[in-house]
């Protein structure tokens, strides 16, 4: 079976357990919001997508988050689910299909072969064909940092675009599943 991957930078998700919501957790909605839109159809689990979030908020960057859809039970789709979820990995306990370990973003995209990053200034997404394993590479509210837009370059990652307009992150994984699931045989 093919396989899709997301990956999110997150420039300020918190690297410590937390009180309170996602949002004031360095934005740890946006990576909610990305789980949802990576994962979730209607009424079912895509168990054929992984989505990665690297954490580099304080205290203790980089943290590698990873929600597995092909291991994933015990989940609903509301943000509260997730807020526990999440604050529960940081506290080191387990959750099926989620799993956190202490690495950085660049280690990981040197385990990939087929890269992509989602950028306003790629190529059409429409005009791309994509093999067994794409993985797309994208930034939080604040974007991805240049340096890492570099390195990802020399890495050989392509640029894809969904269009001239900025879109939240979460929406721009959403358009790509439906870009991907309508360029899949059924
Ligand atoms: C909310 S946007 C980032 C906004 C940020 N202020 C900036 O200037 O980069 C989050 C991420 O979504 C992706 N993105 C947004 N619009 C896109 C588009 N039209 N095509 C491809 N990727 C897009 C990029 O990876 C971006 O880093």
Not at 19 to 27: D, H, I, Y
Not at 66 to 90: F, P, Q, S
Not at 150 to 173: D, M, P, Q, T, W
């Amino acid at each position: 079976m093919s396989k899709r991957t997301f990956v999110l930078y997150s420039r300020t998700g918190s690297t410590v357990p937390f009180k309170g919501n996602l949002r004031l957790a360095g934005r740890l909605d946006i990576v909610y919001q990305c789980i949802l839109t990576s994962l979730f159809a209607s009424h079912t689990i895509r168990r054929e997508v992984e989505f990665h979030a690297f954490l580099y908020g304080r205290p203790n960057p980089p943290l590698h988050l990873k929600v597995n859809g092909a291991e994933l039970y015990d989940v609903r789709i509301d943000e509260d689910t997730w807020r526990v979820i999440i604050n529960e990995v940081l506290m080191n306990k387990q959750h099926a299909g989620v799993s956190l370990t202490k690495e950085g973003i660049e280690n990981f995209v040197k385990t990939v072969n087929e890269k992509y990053v989602l950028s306003e200034n790629g190529n059409i997404i429409d005009n791309m064909k994509f093999n067994e394993n794409p993985v797309f590479f994208l930034g939080d509210h604040i974007g991805l940092p240049k340096k890492f837009e570099g390195f990802l370059e020399r890495e050989g990652a392509k640029k894809v675009s969904l269009g001239r307009n900025k879109y939240l992150a979460a929406s721009c994984i959403d358009i790509t599943n439906y870009i991907l699931d309508s360029k899949s045989p059924t």
